[in-house]
Every structure is written in C-alpha cells, then in structure tokens.
C-alpha cells in the first residue's frame, strides 16, 4: 500500500549511513511501489555539492548497495528524480532559508538526523526557528542515543524542547528486521509456547549475536564505545525484551513499549562474576582488534557474554545468557530458549539426559527449530535420541517470500505511516542506559583489560565458563 505524500530530509545526506542503508532503503521502496511520484527526497549536509552531483553519489551508492533492483535502469532514473540537495550548517544559518521553501504544505515531513549527536540539539532548533517544526513533522535519530543515562538523558531534554514524544522516531535498526518481528508473532500468535515461557518450564535462554567481521574502518567510533555499547545496550536489549516480556494488550506503540520498559526494569544489576570481556587476536592475515583501531593501549572490548536475571513472577530463577562480539567464527544470531528435563523419567537412567530446545534463528537461514525427543529406531531398548523438527523460512515459505526487506525499509515507512511500535521510547533507552551504566562503571574502576580470543573462535574460555559453572552450555555459533 503507498504511502501518504512525503517530504523527507536527510541530515548528512552524504555520509555512510545515507549511502549504504537510507537511500538503497528508499530506492527499493520506490520499485515495490510504496513510495510514489508525490515525495521530495532533500539531502543537506555541509559542503559544495548541487543536486545533480548528489543524484550521481545516490546513483552509485544505490549500484553498490540497493541489491538486485539496482539493475532497474528506468527505476533508478525515475527514483533519482524524487531527490534534491541543499548545503546547509546546522550549526549556522546557511541552507535554512532554502531547505524551509523546499518544504511543501499539507505534506507529512520527517528529518532524517544522520549525523553525530552532538548535532541533534541544534538540527531540532534550527528547524524549529525556520517553521519546520509542526505537529506533521517527525524526526528520525540512530543510535549511539548518548553513551551513558545522563548524556541520553540530556539528548531526551534537548530533543522534548521542540518535538513531543510522538514525534520523536529512535532507530535500533534490530527491530525492524523481519524476524525480530515475527518473536512477537511466534509468542503470541500462537497458544502452544506462552504456557511454557515462563521458569515453571524454562531452565535458561540463550541469545547469541555473533560477527564474523571485525570492526574494518569504524574503529575511531567503535574504540570508544566498545561491545557493551555498541550492541548490548541497545541491539541485544531489545532481543531480550521481546522475549521476555509480557504479552501487550494490542500490537501498538506504548501498549508493547509499555511491556519492553517493564522487562528492563526488572532486571537485577549484574555481578563483575557473571561478565566476560573478550577483545580480538589477530590472526596473521588480518589485524588483531588495537593495530585495527590504531591504539596500543586500547581497553575496549570487541566480545561481551553476561548472565542477567530478571526478577519478576515470570521469570525469577531462569538466567538469561547474553552473548555478542566480532571476528567470532560466524555470523550467527539466534535465541535459544532450552526448557526443563522433563519432571521424571520412565525410562530409567539408561535412556540420557533430554531436554526441548526452541531456536529462534534470526540470521542468517532465519527459521525456527524446536528440538524434540524420539525413541532411536531399531531393536534394541527403549533409547532416546532428540531431532529437530526443522523451519527455514525460506523453505516454509517459498525463496520470494522470504526475500526480507532491509530492516530500513521497514522502518522508514514506518516513519511515514506515523508508527511508533518499532521504535524505542525516550524512557526506554534510559532504563536501558541505567543497566549497563554499573557494568561499565566497574570495568572502569578495576582498571580491567579485557581477555584475549582468536579470530574464528566463539570468544575467550571464559564466556564458556560463565556457563559451565551452571552445568550448561552455550550451542555452538554455527
Ligand atoms: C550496528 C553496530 O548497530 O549493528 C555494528 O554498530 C554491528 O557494530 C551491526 O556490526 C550489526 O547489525 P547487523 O544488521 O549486521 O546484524
């Protein structure tokens, strides 16, 4: 279905972010034909650069990025014809005057804040001085939002000065991947799973995020923020509220909001114990994580695995096992959620230990596995073994279908359509800050350099161990 008209404004139009995800996201939305003729596409960043020049950076970045569609010649030109350019300061008055006669009445208007947040406080004001700032407008912000609660808290402030909560859209772009979404599906859609998701049946949960990449060119950026920051504030968080929390009356902005801020609130501080830091070896043919980043000395952490506990009704005594890093043997995120022996066994001690293990794999083979106990064919005694019955999406659904859209794409329109579900609310992000700030805190404290792990491996033995003390173990990143 199309989307109504729109004028939307990307602040660093020009930057990585714009060319790799923003416009390769729109151009695809324009083939499928949910974005019509009616839009303006207005890039600003600082700069010397007209609109044809920027409609040559898209054309190349939509080549190298956009995927397949790309080929669509016709497409491409007929698309490249939406976008416009203005040089503008957002710390100055150059490009305002301009950028607000572009603007069309009666059309919805998001901005694109693609730039550092330092910029944020000033992008919103400038648009506010400049009449750009009614009720139809919205606007759009990445993360890092802040890097500890009081700078969130601060971006929070200076954003509410001019643009209330509804209009206010903070991208994790893990939310708008399709089978993050369909957690929600598979837990309430469906009756068989919800009357066991709780620690009656449920000995842990496991989610794993695993790279295979190291940090290539972002390491000025990633040296700051490290693991903890990059991913499980934000990324990993929002896994573990979708699986965790409660069922939401509607499928609607602060209905699941509502629940995802209960879940991080009720998640107990974590012991120095329970965290492992693991930072990248090299490996001979690439470079371990500090040549990469350039810094010697660097303390930052490229792998981080944690127990956290959720202490609510649902889920007191059941640990949630985080896990994340780069250069790991493989790509592979996926959430297990291994329930329970079963009460008592009736075939004695001989027929081994079994247990059901749901997998939820959200890339790459996205699919679902529950892992099931059969009696092992043949002759012989009554002897156990557990197979898995099998989903891939793609194979469940047909290779067209499971075509996801880019995590953007989704989002993007989402903007557009005025909905909020995807998104993160402003008290949210500072619950989640408020969780990891102690852990990071503690790191600082010590003094701690992280461990050590080898390029192609699964992170330092440690994060093995953080299970093993339990007697459980992580599933192999495969
Ligand atoms: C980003 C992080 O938010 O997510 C990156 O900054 C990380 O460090 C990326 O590589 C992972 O996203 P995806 O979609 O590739 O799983």
Not at 67 to 88: I, Y
Not at 249 to 270: G, H, N, S, T
Not at 272 to 293: A, M
């Amino acid at each position: 279905i199309p989307v109504d008209p729109f004028d939307l404004v990307i602040f660093g139009g020009t930057g990585d972010l714009a060319r790799r995800k923003i416009l390769p996201a729109l151009f695809r939305r324009f083939v499928a034909g949910q974005i019509e003729g009616d839009v303006r596409l207005i890039g600003a960043a600082r700069g010397d650069m007209d609109r044809d020049g920027y409609r040559a950076m898209a054309r190349a970045a939509i080549t190298e990025f956009g995927g397949e569609e790309s080929a669509r010649k016709k497409d491409l030109t007929a698309f490249l014809d939406l976008l416009d350019f203005v040089t503008l300061d957002a710390r100055g008055t150059e490009g305002w005057e301009p950028l607000a006669a572009l603007m069309r009445p009666d059309r919805i208007r998001a901005f694109y804040f693609s730039v550092a947040p330092a910029l944020f406080g000033d992008l919103a004001k400038r648009l506010h001085k400049h009449g750009m700032a009614d009720e139809r407008s919205r606007i759009v912000v990445e993360k890092p939002f802040g890097r500890d609660l009081d700078t969130a808290r601060d971006l929070n402030r200076t954003l509410a000065r001019h643009f209330s909560e509804g209009q206010i859209y903070r991208i994790d772009h893990y939310l708008g991947k399709e089978t993050v979404q369909n957690l929600m599906a598979i837990r309430f859609g469906n009756v068989l799973f919800e009357p066991l998701w709780n620690s009656q049946y449920v000995d842990h949960i496991q989610i794993t995020v695993a790279e295979s990449v190291g940090v290539g060119g972002r390491g000025d950026y990633y040296d700051k923020s490290g693991a903890m920051r990059d991913m499980v504030q934000n990324h990993m968080m929002q896994l573990l509220c979708l699986i965790a929390m409660e069922p939401p009356a509607k499928f609607e902005p602060d209905a699941v909001r509502d629940e995802k801020l209960k879940v991080i609130r009720a998640l107990d501080p974590v012991a120095r114990r329970n965290v492992v830091r693991g930072q990248y070896e090299g490996d001979g043919t690439q470079p371990g994580y500090r040549n990469q980043v350039g810094n010697r000395d660097s303390t930052t952490e490229s792998f981080v695995a944690l127990k956290a506990h959720i202490s609510n009704w649902r889920w007191a005594g059941t640990p949630f096992y985080l896990r994340t890093g780069k250069r790991l043997r493989d790509r592979a995120s996926e959430i297990a959620v291994v329930f329970k022996d079963a009460p008592h066994s009736i075939f004695g001690a001989d027929a081994g230990r079994h247990r059901n293990i749901l997998t939820i794999r959200l890339q790459p083979n996205e699919g679902i596995e529950l892992g099931v106990t059969i009696k092992e064919p043949g002759p012989g005694g009554m002897r156990l073994i557990d197979v898995p019955l099998d989903m891939t999406f793609a194979e469940a659904l047909g290779p067209e279908e499971a075509d996801f859209p880019d995590a953007y794409e989704r989002l993007i329109m989402d903007v557009i359509r005025g909905n909020q579900t995807l998104f993160m609310r402003g008290d949210e992000v500072e619950a989640a800050w408020a969780w990891t700030d102690p852990i990071i805190a503690d790191w600082e404290e010590e003094g701690a350099t992280p461990l050590d792990y080898a390029t192609g491996s699964s992170g330092p033995d440690d994060a093995l161990m953080l299970m093993h003390r339990d007697g459980r173990r992580w599933r192999e990143i495969r």
